[in-house]
Nanobody
């Protein structure tokens, strides 16, 4: 199994910044797409941003221009830089990675982290 380890969550004031990090841990795997999702209380989990192995990114409209996703393919890590944070950004943020196991043909995986809390409040 590929396990995702998240870090960087916390409490920040409106207008502040946070940087979330995600590291994929496992053996003999290749990640296709890595991304971040979030879920606020009473709301459905939604895509924040993701990034393909070729560097192509996809952002939700509300995050575009404020958040930036990046990855290091060699280290199997992905970061989410969050700027100009708003109270409505408060949520649990989950890392996601999909890919395949090398040496196992077409066997794929779709892994999720445990989530890290981001709270934006005065």
């Amino acid at each position: 199994q590929v396990h995702l380890v998240e870090s960087g969550g916390g409490l920040v004031q409106p207008g502040g910044s946070l940087r979330l990090s995600c590291a994929a841990v496992g053996r003999s795997f290749t990640i296709n797409t890595m991304g971040w999702y979030r879920q606020a209380p009473g709301k459905r989990r939604e895509l924040v941003a993701n990034i393909r192995s070729d560097g192509i990114t996809n952002y939700a409209d509300s995050m575009k221009g404020r958040f930036t996703i990046s990855r290091d393919n060699a280290k199997n890590t992905a970061d989410l830089q969050m700027n100009s944070l708003k109270p409505e950004d408060t949520a649990v943020y989950f890392c996601n990675a999909d890919g395949y196991y090398r040496g196992y043909g077409s066997r794929n995986f779709d892994s999720w982290g445990q989530g890290t809390q981001v709270t934006v409040s005065s």
